[in-house]
């Protein structure tokens, strides 16, 4: 499943980093703290955090995630845009809290890899 993909069917905001919509994602990973993420996510995750500053753009291209979703209606700084854009990182952003935004991606990406 593709990030616009997941983004039409949670009807997700896309808010900076349009350029990776077509990204593959692999899996996901949920954590707010960075050196967990850093540590545990794998290359094509999907990222689902409250966090809005820079450094998330850091770990998101260090770990070559697919995407970040924002939870709670947060959205990036600006130095965050600026940072998507430039690495073509998709930050998306959703309303729901963060257990629920973890359930229904884990249930789309289990659906497509039974599907398959």
Not at 34 to 61: C, F, P, R, Y
């Amino acid at each position: 499943m593709t990030v616009r993909e997941l983004a039409e069917k949670l009807n997700l905001d896309i808010c900076c980093g349009k350029a990776g919509l077509d990204r593959e994602i692999q899996g996901g990973y949920t954590s707010d703290l960075l050196s967990d993420v850093m540590g545990n996510a794998g290359e094509g995750n999907i990222w689902v955090t409250l966090q809005t500053h820079k450094n998330i753009m850091a770990i998101a291209s260090l770990k070559e995630l697919s995407a970040i979703v924002l939870v709670k209606n947060y959205k990036p700084e600006e130095e965050t845009i600026t940072e998507s854009e430039s690495e073509g990182i998709p930050i998306l952003s959703t309303s729901c809290q963060t257990f629920e935004i973890t359930g229904k991606i884990y249930e789309l990406l289990k659906e497509k890899t039974n599907g398959q």
